[in-house]
């Protein structure tokens, strides 16, 4: 089953995706924040990110550079 992590830091905005992923079959995580969102991917590694750009901690673009990061690190 595909595995989808949303990061957003509206709880509204969470439940919502959670509602419409999990009908279209997905497994989901849910993240308030980066450093939260880096918690989620070392726990299961997404098939989908689902990410607000403003988050309390960052951009949400820095979690996109750190899972590129960790998936480049793993090849090697």
Not at 18 to 28: H, K, L, Q
Not at 39 to 67: A, T
Request: charge should be negative.
């Amino acid at each position: 089953m595909p595995h989808v992590l949303i990061v957003d830091d509206d709880v509204n905005t969470r439940e919502a995706l959670v509602e419409i992923t999990t009908a279209e079959g997905f497994t989901t995580a849910v993240a308030g924040s980066i450093r939260d969102a880096q918690m989620q991917i070392m726990h299961q590694r997404p098939d989908v990110v689902l990410i607000d750009l403003k988050l309390p901690d960052g951009s949400g673009m820095d979690l996109f550079n750190d899972i590129e990061s960790r998936a480049t690190r793993r090849l090697f």
